[in-house]
């Protein structure tokens, strides 16, 4: 039986200031690893007389996050992808981030504006540095495959 099972493939994480960016665009993050995007749709509660007192619900507004872990790279040269989360957050700047569930072909990619809501950096004597963000949506996250 066939599947489309993505285990083991690495997601990929683009983050531009516009939201032209093509998949291949912005700046990239690499080995994205423990990833979560959520999107949510909170009920409203509602009643009326032709409800016989039973509670009717009505969809409320729509949310999205996304967290995830990124080994450090570290790039003398230019501006590495952490830098950009950092300033991100520090100058509570919008940008268009655009996820790929896979680097293989078939993937989705998830993409729209949002704010870098929290940041941090851990690590072990044995295991690479990595960075930990959490990005809350502005707005529509839209959905490709």
Do not use: C
Request: glycine fraction near 10%; proline fraction near 1%.
């Amino acid at each position: 039986m066939a599947t489309n099972v993505f285990g083991g493939r690495e997601a990929k994480l683009t983050v531009s200031a516009t939201s032209s960016v093509a998949s291949t665009a912005g700046v990239k993050f690499g080995a994205l690893q423990d990833w979560n995007l959520t999107v949510d749709r909170s009920d409203i509660m509602v009643a009326h007389q032709e409800s016989s007192a039973w509670n009717m619900r009505l969809p409320g507004i729509a949310t999205w996050s996304m967290t995830a872990n990124t080994v450090y790279l570290s790039t003398a040269a230019t501006i590495n992808e952490q830098d950009t989360l950092r300033a991100s957050l520090t100058g509570a700047t919008r940008k268009y981030y655009m996820l790929k569930n896979s680097t293989a072909a078939g993937s989705q990619t998830f993409s729209g504006w949002g704010y870098v809501t929290g940041y941090g950096i851990s690590g072990g004597l044995e295991s690479p540095q990595l960075h930990n963000f959490t990005i809350m949506g502005d707005g529509k996250i839209t959905e490709a495959t």
